[in-house]
């Protein structure tokens, strides 16, 4: 079997349900791998990008009201469903402008979310991206509090009430044992400058910070602890090609997988490499 047929493989929930982090640089195939989970699954599609995804194929079709999209995955009908929350977007000339709409897309994105997952059919729901998907989330909470009074951004003590919805997001996930895969950007890690022991400080009293190096899921800052699987995309030269390789950061079936890399990841395939570790 060559590594691109991975993609065909038909998953054999053979892997509890669970919370995946796929995270990594744009083109690194992270939709790709998302789109192989169990099926029927439905792709939150806040980055439009599903149609690169490999063996999607997607259909606009105009009823006379609203034009549906309809996937196909390797030729197949219904097994992948493309949903696309709405996107209000903030002003491009104004920096802090009052936000409009950011709480009702997402009212109406959880309200879909908890449908999906009360839906017994459903196998898998991925965000992509939760980057975006957590901006959804703070900014709803912002315009509430606009609402309120002038505001221009969240202070750091007020993330309390946007942590707290999105956990609840993941444990419904869970509660409903659901396989939830979150596709996000990738970010630098930073860690405070020292010098002699102590913290080396701006101008103003705040202490600096430099990128250490490690890459992160952007987004929700919690995401890699509440995550049972975390996997790592990039894309490197073999012999000449261009190759997605793809490295388990967190396992959920034992700390000797950690640091393990496959080529072409999909489920299927990391699916056949537990059961060859008898872990499944």
């Known amino acids: 079997m060559t590594t691109l047929d991975n993609f ?8 509890t349900p669970g919370l995946y982090g796929l995270y990594g640089p744009p083109g690194s195939t992270k939709s790709s791998i998302a ?11 806040f980055d439009r990008g599903l149609h690169r995804a490999r063996g999607v194929k997607l259909t606009v079709t ?9 996937a196909s995955y390797f030729g197949v009908s219904g097994l992948v469903i493309p949903k696309y929350p709405d996107s209000p977007v903030r002003s491009m000339t104004t920096r802090f402008a009052k936000l409009d709409g950011w709480t009702k897309a997402w009212s109406n994105f959880v309200k879909s979310f908890v449908d999906d997952c009360e839906n017994s059919d459903i196998k898998t729901i ?6 975006v998907e957590w901006k959804l989330c703070t900014d709803g909470f912002l315009e509430e509090l606009q609402q309120k009074g002038e505001r221009k951004q969240l202070l750091q003590i007020e993330y309390g009430e946007p942590n707290s919805r999105q956990n609840t997001m993941l444990q419904a996930a869970a509660i409903y044992r659901k396989n939830l895969v979150l596709v996000h950007h990738e970010t630098d890690e930073y860690a405070p400058i ?6 080396v400080t701006d101008a103003e009293g705040n202490p600096k910070s430099a990128p250490t190096g490690r890459k992160l899921p952007d987004g929700f800052r919690y995401t890699t602890g509440k995550c049972d699987w975390i996997i790592h995309t990039v894309i490197k030269q073999q012999e000449g090609l261009a190759v997605p390789v793809s490295t388990i950061e967190k396992s959920a079936l034992g700390l000797d997988i950690l640091g393990t890399e496959f080529n072409w990841l999909t489920y299927g395939s990391l699916e056949q490499a537990l ?3 008898e872990r499944v």
């Open 194 to 199: 020292t010098m002699g022991g102590r913290a």
């Open 275 to 277: 059961k060859l570790m």
């Open 126 to 131: 991925v965000w992509d991206t939760a980057t």
């Open 62 to 70: 105009d009823n006379g009201s609203q034009p549906s999209t309809v």
């Open 35 to 45: 789109c192989t989970f169990p099926k029927p699954l439905v792709f939150y599609d």
């Open 8 to 15: 065909q493989l038909q998953p054999q929930n053979l892997i």
